[in-house]
């Protein structure tokens, strides 16, 4: 089991940045990619990031790209999502996910565990 805590939160003016953490445990060696996620109140879950432990590899989705960086700190095995020029579509909770297979990095499908999920809210 691979254990997953976001944190990094909260309430942001449109145009603003923030910065989510998430921290994994446990069975973290069996773990080869994280991605970020996040769901809007009646909307599905939707890709925003992903990375590899092991080369960096990056990949974004659409609605995020040029605005949200993703990186990790293997020591710390942690990863992170910088997120800038926030817009009031960006209010959502932000999930972090971790994978023991590179198959389906985009879709919630391909991720084994889940945190708990953290609320981003930008107001205009």
């Known amino acids: 089991q691979v254990q997953l805590v976001e944190s990094g939160g909260g309430l942001v003016q449109a145009g603003g940045s923030l910065r989510l953490s998430c921290a994994a445990s446990?069975?973290?060696?069996?773990?080869?990619?994280m991605g970020w996620f996040r769901q809007a109140p009646g909307k599905e879950r939707e890709f925003v990031a992903t990375?590899?432990?092991?080369?960096?590899?990056?990949y974004y989705g659409d609605s995020v790209k040029g605005r949200f960086t993703i990186s990790r700190d293997n020591a710390k095995n942690t990863v992170y999502l910088q997120m800038n020029s926030l817009h009031t579509e960006d209010t959502a909770v932000y999930y972090c996910a971790a994978t023991e297979t590179i198959i389906m990095l985009r879709t919630p499908r391909g991720y084994d565990y889940w945190g708990q999920g953290t609320q981003v809210t930008v107001s205009s």
């Open positions: 446990g069975r973290t060696f069996s773990s080869v990619a």
């Open positions: 990375i590899t432990w092991s080369t960096g590899y990056t």
